[in-house]
């Protein structure tokens, strides 16, 4: 059984560094799957931030690039979002998921609970 | 970046009703094309995968059709469990993006 589980603080000041880490368990990091991380501002969409490979090749959302760092660590199973310089605009519900893929497409089917992130001074 | 436009963005319907969600993306993207359920304060649950495939242990009263910018998810008999928010996803080409969303409430 496959479960994922967002862990870190829940309020960040303005300024700086968002960590966020994903437990993964039933499911090795190294086991061909892409991992990645999607956010959803209170009332909004669903917004793809970034995946990363178990070999830590990652691609991340172009609008975020500059900010957004993305990385795996195969002897915990867990994979963990950095988001810098954060404003009020990343208070968000954090989701991390695995990404399966075919010959026909890729899509998240596994998703952590979620964990909302509220950036405050 | 692809946009993805889903219509309508809410819509009330009856326990049995046939609802038909459609969902347009700016360019072709062949069968890249992903369906999500939200229910609140849950994260999303995927229901159908490149366009048709439904996602194993969901309700064969889901389906999905489409390709190249246009598709549709149809529930073929709402259920009280299916009232919920639905979102379209293109998988052709990164970044991802999701439509705006579908809020299917109770009449």
């Known amino acids: 059984q496959v479960q994922l589980q967002e862990s870190g603080p829940g309020l960040v000041r303005p300024s700086e560094t968002l960590s966020l880490t994903c437990n993964v368990s039933g499911s090795p990091l190294n086991s061909g799957y892409f991992w990645g991380w999607i956010r959803q501002a209170p009332g909004k969409g669903l917004e793809w931030i970034g995946n990363?490979?178990?070999?830590?090749?990652?691609y991340y959302c172009p609008s975020l690039k500059s900010r957004v760092l993305i990385s795996v660590d195969t002897s915990k199973n867990h994979f963990s979002l950095q988001l810098t310089s954060v404003t009020a605009a990343d208070t968000a519900m954090y989701y991390c998921?695995?990404?399966?893929?075919?010959?026909?497409?890729?899509?998240?089917?596994?998703w952590g609970q979620g964990i909302l992130v509220t950036v405050s001074s | 970046d692809i946009q993805m436009t889903q219509s309508p963005s809410s819509l009330s319907a009856s326990v049995g009703d046939r609802v038909t969600i459609t969902c347009r993306a700016s360019q072709f993207i062949n069968t890249f094309l992903n369906w999500y359920q939200q229910k609140p304060g849950k994260a999303p649950k995927l229901l159908i995968h490149t366009a048709s495939s439904l996602q194993s242990g969901v309700p064969s009263r889901f389906s999905g059709s489409g390709s190249g910018t246009d598709f549709t998810l149809t529930i073929s008999s709402l259920q009280p469990e299916d009232f919920a928010s639905y979102y379209c996803?293109?998988?052709?080409?990164?970044?991802?993006?999701f439509g705006q969303g579908t809020n299917l409430e109770i009449k």
């Open positions: 990363v490979y178990h070999s830590g090749r990652a």
């Open positions: 998921a695995r990404r399966d893929s075919s010959a026909f497409g890729s899509y998240f089917d596994y």
């Open positions: 996803q293109q998988s052709h080409s990164t970044p991802y993006t």
